[in-house]
T-cell receptor
Framework: GQNIDQPTEMTATEGAIVQINCTYQTSGFNGLFWYQQHAGEAPTFLSYNVLDGLEEKGRFSSFLSRSKGYSYLLLKELQMKDSASYLCAALEMEYGNKLVFGAGTILRVKS | EAGVAQSPRYKIIEKRQSVAFWCNPISGHATLYWYQQILGQGPKLLIQFQNNGVVDDSQLPKDRFSAERLKGVDSTLKIQPAKLEDSAVYLC????????????FGPGTRLTVL
């Protein structure tokens, strides 16, 4: 079956670093996406990992371990505007390209 | 480049009524997706089109939901009749051909069923 787990909520301080973890169990796995979703808005793409290792993109980095079914999103130098929900999504290739989303982690950045 | 367009943005109906949502994907994107996002949950795929053919509709409640993409561009999603549990945001997304292309999401339609 499909199972994507991530923490429900996290709180961090402006300027700090926060790591949001995601574990997954899916069939036909072909990569891991992270999306950011501000309240009342559509999800926007942050990162995609298909190979093991760390991908860095500015203040955001994403890591994948396929053998462990584990990924994390690392946010550095947190800003107030980073307060949002962060969605982990596994790409499945069993029937076309299908994204299976976790419930999202609500990140609250406080000053 | 224009993004994914959806209308209406908000809709309030009573249970047992019908409703339709419209989506116009990014130009050139062959793949179109409809997702249902219930408050506090991640998006759940309802149906995926490749051009005007259905790739995956395994999670579409076919007794009340239908979707079409007749000319391989715009798409409509219909609910008939609506139930209280259909209250959610309906997101349309599109992607260009490729094995792992980024999906671009529209602003969504927030449906409230009373």
């Amino acid at each position: 079956g499909q199972n994507i787990d991530q923490p429900t909520e996290m709180t961090a301080t402006e300027g700090a670093i926060v790591q949001i973890n995601c574990t997954y169990q899916t069939s036909g796995f072909n990569g891991l996406f992270w999306y950011q979703q501000h309240a009342g808005e559509a999800p926007t793409f942050l990162s995609y990992n298909v190979l093991d290792g760390l991908e860095e993109k500015g203040r955001f980095s994403s890591f994948l371990s396929r053998s462990k079914g584990y990924s994390y999103l690392l946010l550095k130098e947190l800003q107030m505007k980073d307060s949002a929900s962060y969605l982990c999504a596994a790409l499945e290739m069993e029937y076309g390209n299908k994204l299976v989303f976790g419930a999202g982690t609500i990140l609250r950045v406080k000053s | 480049e224009a993004g994914v367009a959806q209308s209406p943005r908000y809709k309030i109906i009573e249970k047992r009524q019908s409703v339709a949502f419209w989506c116009n994907p990014i130009s050139g994107h062959a793949t179109l997706y409809w997702y249902q996002q219930i408050l506090g949950q991640g998006p759940k795929l309802l149906i995926q089109f490749q051009n005007n053919g259905v790739v995956d509709d395994s999670q579409l409640p076919k007794d009340r939901f239908s979707a079409e993409r007749l000319k391989g561009v715009d798409s409509t999603l219909k609910i008939q009749p609506a139930k209280l549990e259909d209250s959610a945001v309906y997101l349309c997304a599109s992607s260009s051909p490729g094995t792992a292309s980024e999906q671009f999401f529209g602003p969504g339609t927030r449906l409230t069923v009373l």
